[in-house]
């Protein structure tokens, strides 16, 4: 399968690392996420809040990472736990904001870590759409990150001289000229570290919020003669954070968006596009078709000629070349090692490994349940714990129970078995091959090869039966 990896951040083109500008700089990466959050109006901290299944500052830690950097330092301090938790296998320096005095004083917070040789990239936990793409593209040492847009408010102002930025004029500081410039600040900015650290220990708090403004560095870059640039984003969507739900609900669709075109892009059929929505990674061969309705979650890898179904939900899953998924179908942690027929309104859990030819029909549920070529339960089963070899026939109805209310036993059913409908196994169990199970059997005890086994009551009419009448 000639496959395309679609990441967390689009395709990852393998040309890419060679394109890397400056990749012998020595990059110190600062990420912002002291901020409170107070908008969001929830218990959990803003930077955890996910977008397409990823919480926004993993989503940052993943662009910082691929730039390679030297040294990562994250600053922290509202509900600052939560985040040292959720970033506790990370290497990276943890760097304290006791107040929230505003991005320059949170910025300060990292200065201890600076080596001067370093290059500090700053950038902001709540920003989750920029992409390692959009970085690698700049030469500057020195830069702002800069979009143009059609609504500035509530934005930073690149304040030009040519390529080079004056100043950076916050909304509220803004005089009325100012804030017609269409040209805002992402918030992103990378300086040398020695600069960079001179010009933090000259800001001052004396504007309209009170805050130490990060951007107040560049006009006294400007004033000492090293002026940043001015890198203009070609999407300016990449600027985009999340203050509120509302924002958040927006950087989701925008990313939902991105995640469809990179997949149509490779061939991937999306009969209704908008609907799709793929949280976290998707790999897919050629001709793969999506009905309607489908969420992808975790890491997904679809063979060749893979179909899935309207109102899908597959999670982890790796579907061999030519699966079909019918509508309806939930499918997590579930391997096919060849092309299987799986739903509509199938259920298969984690363990589940289905082999050529399988076919697992509406209403069937399996749990680690392995399947030997072109075995079948079609309808209303529930398969658990079970290790089925090949051309085994599952009747309706058919149930393994593994479960003794304590502990979990296994039901084995070899190659050539049939089970008829309505059996119950109860494990652990061993069903012969090529064995025959009669409807409606309760089995717990092994049933031979080659037999027929049943557990069933003389069939018997009663001939002085009466119907009960009504009273
Ligand atoms: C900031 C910029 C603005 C830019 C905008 C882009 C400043 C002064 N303004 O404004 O020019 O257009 O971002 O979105 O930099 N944070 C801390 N500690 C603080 C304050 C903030 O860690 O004391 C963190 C926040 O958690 C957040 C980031 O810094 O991740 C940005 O802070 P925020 O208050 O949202 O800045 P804006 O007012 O949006
Ligand atoms: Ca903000």
Request: proline fraction near 3%; include cysteine.
């Amino acid at each position: 399968m000639s496959a395309f990896f679609l990441s967390a951040f689009g395709i990852i083109n393998p040309l890419l690392k060679d394109i890397t500008m400056n990749q012998s700089i020595k990059r110190h990466i600062v990420i912002l996420a002291a901020g409170a959050g107070t908008r969001m109006r929830s218990k959990k901290l803003k930077v955890l809040h996910e977008v397409a299944g990823l919480a926004m500052v993993d989503h940052v830690m993943n662009l910082a990472r691929s730039l390679s950097p030297a040294q990562i330092t994250v600053v922290y301090g509202h509900q600052g736990d939560q985040l040292r938790q959720h970033l506790a296998d990370k290497e990276v320096n943890w760097a304290e904001q006791k107040e929230q005095l505003g991005t320059g004083h949170a910025v300060q917070q990292a200065v201890p870590f600076f080596k001067d040789d370093e290059q500090v990239l700053v950038l902001y936990g709540d920003a989750p759409l920029v992409t390692t793409e959009d970085l690698m593209s700049i030469e500057s040492q020195q830069f702002v990150l800069t979009a143009q847009v059609d609504k500035p408010t509530g934005y930073g102002r690149i304040i030009r001289d040519g390529d080079y930025v004056d100043a950076i004029v916050e909304e509220k500081d803004a005089n009325e000229v100012e804030k017609q410039v269409k040209e805002i600040n992402s918030g992103i900015i990378q300086a040398p570290a020695k600069q960079l650290k001179a010009w933090l220990s000259q800001l001052s708090n004396q504007n309209s919020q009170g805050e130490y403004y990060l951007t107040d560095v560049i006009a006294l870059a400007a004033e000492s003669n090293q002026p940043f640039t001015a890198e203009v984003l070609s999407d300016s969507d990449a600027v985009k954070g999340a203050n509120d739900m509302a924002q958040l609900a927006e950087l989701e669709a925008i990313f939902q968006q991105r995640k469809r075109s990179a997949l149509m892009k490779v061939g991937a059929r999306l009969i209704k596009p908008e609907t799709v929505d793929v949280r976290g990674d998707l790999i897919v061969g050629h001709d793969v078709v999506v009905d309607k309705d489908t969420l992808f979650e975790g890491k997904n890898t679809l063979g060749d000629d893979v179909t899935i179904g309207a109102h899908s939900i597959i999670k982890d899953c790796d579907l061999a070349a030519g699966t079909q998924v019918a509508p309806h179908s939930i499918l997590e942690g579930v391997k096919t090692t060849g092309a299987c027929s799986i739903g509509p309104f199938a259920r298969l859990r984690v363990g589940t490994e289905l082999s050529a030819g399988c076919k697992i029909g509406n209403f069937v549920e399996t749990k680690k349940t392995t399947m030997g070529q072109n075995s079948k339960a079609s309808h209303l089963s529930y398969l658990g714990d079970a290790e089925i070899g090949s051309g085994v026939n599952i009747g309706a109805g058919t149930i393994t129970c593994n479960y003794d209310g304590v502990n979990k036993f296994k039901t084995i059913i070899k190659d050539g078995a049939f089970i008829g409908s309505d059996s119950q196994l109860v494990a652990p169990v061993t069903i012969g091959e090529n064995a025959t199970i009669g409807a409606g059997s309760t089995i717990t005890k092994n049933a031979p090869d080659e037999k027929l086994t049943l557990s069933r009551s003389k069939l018997r009419t009663i001939s002085n039966w009466e119907k009960p009448k009504k009273k």
